[in-house]
């Protein structure tokens, strides 16, 4: 399973971890010198919700973003309150 989007496909991304010393010129220093370089991981914010998927609920690992974009649609756990039919 790994992690995945279920919704976009992210994954991983590999990148660098950079470790600097030294102040700023516009602070008055010297500038900041790179005194070593190493890979790091970039993982996905995923979380595990319920989502509605057609006409059924299954439960995906889907990242913030999808989530706060609208990609998916969650699932309803109970629905509203309505007053009773007379």
């Known amino acids: 399973m790994g992690q995945k989007c279920d ?3 992210k994954t991983p991304v590999v990148g660098n971890r950079v470790r600097q010393r030294g102040k700023y010129k516009y602070l008055g220093g010297n500038g900041r010198q790179t005194t ?3 890979k790091r991981l970039f993982k996905p914010n995923l979380q595990k919700i319920r989502v509605q998927v057609g006409g059924s609920v299954q439960s995906q690992r889907i990242c913030t973003q999808c989530i706060r974009s609208g990609k998916v649609t969650k699932a309803v756990a109970k629905k509203p309150f309505t007053l009773p039919a007379q």
């Open 7 to 9: 919704s976009c496909g």
């Open 36 to 38: 070593g370089i190493s």
